[in-house]
């Protein structure tokens, strides 16, 4: 007969028949449900001895290999994430080149200029038009000035024509 170790979760009523089939027959093939078999006829202990450490061990290691699978995946995770903004960055940097060479096309031809060189153009051309309108409202004084003159200067010709004109016809009525 053999003696079998019942493994912990097994129904014990099945234990004591692991080599008899319904038959009541002896069968040579272990059943696959139960975990360590040994004959008796074997030589040496039937039972492994256990230490009492040695589940606690078990049970620590386990906690440290599920630890560190769940770190494990945690780092996949965020080296997949870290690839995914790699990728990202490097078609945003590709774009920005992309724009950087357009806008740098476009001031090599005159259609861009810094907006320090329009202040200054534009700063220029208020001084240019603050002096034109200076000049503009001298030039219409004179003008004035030269009108007004032409004027007087007609209005004694008129009086100096008149004048010699009234004469002779006031020395022949006389």
Do not use: C
Not at 3 to 30: K, Q
Not at 61 to 69: F, P, Q, V, W
Not at 105 to 130: C, P
Not at 135 to 149: F, L, P, S
């Amino acid at each position: 007969m053999a003696a079998v170790i019942t493994a912990p979760g097994l129904p014990h009523s099945r234990a004591a028949s692991f080599y008899n089939d319904d038959e009541r027959a002896m069968s040579t093939l272990p059943d696959p449900r139960s975990r360590v078999m040994t004959p008796a006829n074997e030589p040496g202990p039937a039972t492994p001895p256990q230490h009492p450490d040695l589940s606690n061990e078990v049970a620590t290691l386990s906690t440290k290999l599920i630890n560190a699978i769940n770190y494990q995946t945690n780092l996949d995770d965020t080296l997949s994430s870290t690839r995914h903004e790699l990728s990202a960055s490097k078609a945003r940097v590709r774009e920005l080149e992309l724009e950087n060479e357009e806008h740098e096309e476009l001031v090599k031809h005159g259609y861009l200029v810094k907006q320090s060189v329009v202040e200054a153009e534009k700063n220029k051309l208020w001084e240019d038009l603050t002096d034109e309108r200076k000049q503009r409202e001298e030039v219409e004084r004179e003008k004035k000035g030269i009108e007004q003159e032409l004027e007087n200067l007609t209005t004694a010709l008129f009086e100096e024509a008149n004048k010699a004109s009234l004469i002779p016809w006031v020395r022949s009525e006389y």
